[in-house]
């Protein structure tokens, strides 16, 4: 699956225990509906992943639409991950206190092990 736009878009692969969606762009006021789009059609399984190598800007909007994926993701039994974030996605991640609530990994690699687990 493939939520598509000129500032962003969204790539989903699905396995049995892992969902993994890659976001490219900017999440901002503009772009959020397709980012939140993309997180709720999710299917539920244990482990989100979430790669924001690509992310080179994450708003208010965009934080708010991360916590709300994060509570249902739990709700479900699961756990939301971000991978790679941006620098500058990072630092958004720490000024809000996000890197203390959701896991932050530096490789889709590190995480295989962990869905395993």
């Known amino acids: ?16 225990h892992v969902v993994d969606l890659r976001a490219v762009g900017e999440i901002d006021i ?14 539920a399984r244990p482990v989100l992943r979430l790669d924001l190598s690509g ?3 994450l708003s208010a909007a ?6 709300a994926a994060h509570l249902r993701v739990r ?3 699961g756990e939301l991950v971000l991978v790679d974030p941006d620098p500058v996605v990072a630092r958004v991640l720490r000024a809000t206190g996000l890197h203390r609530v ?10 295989v092990t962990c869905a395993a687990a």
């Open 1 to 16: 699956m493939r939520e598509c736009g000129d500032r962003f878009h969204v790539a989903m692969s699905v396995s049995d």
């Open 30 to 43: 503009a772009t959020v509906g397709a980012f939140r789009a993309a997180l709720w059609a999710a299917p």
């Open 55 to 57: 992310v080179r800007l």
């Open 62 to 67: 965009g934080v708010r639409a991360l916590v």
């Open 75 to 77: 709700a479900r039994g």
């Open 102 to 111: 959701l896991p932050i990994r530096e490789s889709a690699r590190e995480l």
